[in-house]
């Protein structure tokens, strides 16, 4: 089976699904609420440093990984003969499995905020706890999160290049503009320039172990890294393509894409909501863009085209989770694509179900005294992919 892997047919192939897996929720949604959280500029400096050193070797080493043995991480690692090591080739393929529940109840999240723009119901999203009573619903959670993971399943069904590639070309670059038009109109706006410093500038007195541990669980979020996704793509891509320039592209675009993230979101808050939402976590995002809008002319429908925008970058990346875990069931149990595919979209509505009602009906259930989305998040970022990011790390030494 391994023989008929796809390869991707040129480097800007590569160059777009590894940034459409890249870019997503983690930059625009993820990254702002954390940066908000701890410290502002203190998180910022800590995670480019990050991204730039570590980040950029963990990529690399992932991608020629899964170039050299064209296979899955399990594959992978057996083939290089790491015994030892074995388990970072299962957890490179469980974290993409264990993600892509939640990532799809954030993505229906998206798209309930979409649907109710193209409505021309934009208003109602400015109240405060609008968010807070949509998320505590009974119903609407799960079915948005339905809504977004068949989405996702019908565009895998469909096969790697033509589900990716194409759609991630054409919008990452609209994304990008639409979100510089937004960050100035922000600047613009009486307070924001108080958020833009606490944004930018570091204060050393607010750095922790605890900005440390966020910002490289962020970084391997954002950057894909430690979840076999650059394994998978690593093994499309044709041996005379220059991985490393690749490589750093994405990894250019992927911050820069997080930082006008930041620059859109943290002046806003303080200038639409207050510095006291700035612990707003991941309802963060869904607070303070509708109000941002509300106060442009045209509002509605830039609101529209924005929130349509993250719901591809959404799209896109959930597509990269779910490829690479439909990608590891095939090859593992020999079973056809849609086998596996269908054997995905069960395992994301069997745990995404519950993880979307988790600030509801099913908010009784804490593990560790945390509601289940920020369990997962927690249980994938920060213990699960050091782990594995180590044992790639101890791999290619
Ligand atoms: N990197 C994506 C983002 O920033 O939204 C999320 C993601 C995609 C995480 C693929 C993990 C992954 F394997």
Not at 127 to 147: G, H, K, M, R
Not at 324 to 338: D, G, P, Y
Not at 379 to 397: D, E, R
Request: proline share 4%.
């Amino acid at each position: 089976m391994e023989k008929k892997r796809t390869q991707f047919s040129s480097k800007i192939g590569f160059i777009l699904a590894a940034a459409g897996s890249a870019v997503g929720l983690g930059n625009i949604w993820r990254f702002p609420y954390l940066a908000a959280k701890y410290g502002g500029g203190t998180f910022l400096f800590t995670y480019v440093i990050l991204a730039l050193t570590v980040g950029f070797a963990l990529l690399v080493s992932e991608t020629a990984l899964g170039r050299k043995t064209g296979n899955n991480p399990i594959k992978a690692y057996k083939i290089l003969g790491a015994k030892k090591l074995k388990i970072g080739g299962w957890l490179n393929s469980i974290i993409p499995m264990l993600i892509v529940p939640y990532y799809c109840v954030v993505g229906g999240w998206v798209c309930k905020y979409l649907f109710e723009y193209l409505r021309g119901s934009s208003q109602i999203l400015t109240q405060d706890t609008y968010f807070s009573n949509f998320i505590a619903n009974p119903i609407s959670p799960a079915f948005w999160l339905v809504v977004f993971a068949v989405l996702t399943f019908i565009v895998v069904i469909k096969g790697v290049e033509k589900g990716i590639e194409k759609v991630s070309k054409i919008l990452m670059p609209i994304l990008v503009v639409i979100a510089i038009f937004i960050s100035i109109y922000g600047l613009m706006t009486p307070g924001a320039i108080e958020g833009l410093k606490y944004y930018i500038i570091p204060d050393f007195s607010k750095f922790s172990i605890m900005t440390v541990i966020a910002a490289m669980g962020q970084m391997f979020y954002s950057l894909s890294i430690g979840m076999g996704i650059l394994f998978t793509y690593g093994s499309y891509m044709k041996k005379v393509v220059d991985m490393e320039k690749a490589i750093s592209q994405v990894e250019i675009m992927d911050t820069l894409i997080a930082f006008l993230a930041g620059l859109m979101i943290i002046p806003a808050v303080f200038a639409f909501s207050g510095k006291d939402s700035l612990n707003a976590g991941a309802s963060l995002m869904f607070i303070t863009m509708p109000k941002v809008f509300n106060s442009l002319q045209l509002g509605g429908f830039i609101g529209g085209v924005f929130f349509l925008l993250v719901l591809f970058a959404a799209l896109t990346s959930a597509i990269s989770l779910m490829e690479c875990s439909v990608a590891t069931l095939m090859e593992q149990f020999h079973i056809s694509r849609k086998k596996a595919a269908l054997a995905m979209i069960i395992e994301m509505l069997a745990l995404g179900i519950p993880i979307s009602l988790g600030y509801g009906v099913l908010g009784w259930i804490q593990p560790l005294g945390m509601t289940l989305l920020d369990f997962f998040d927690f249980v994938t970022n920060s213990c699960m992919m050091p782990i594995s990011a180590l044992c790639t790390a101890l791999l290619i030494i």
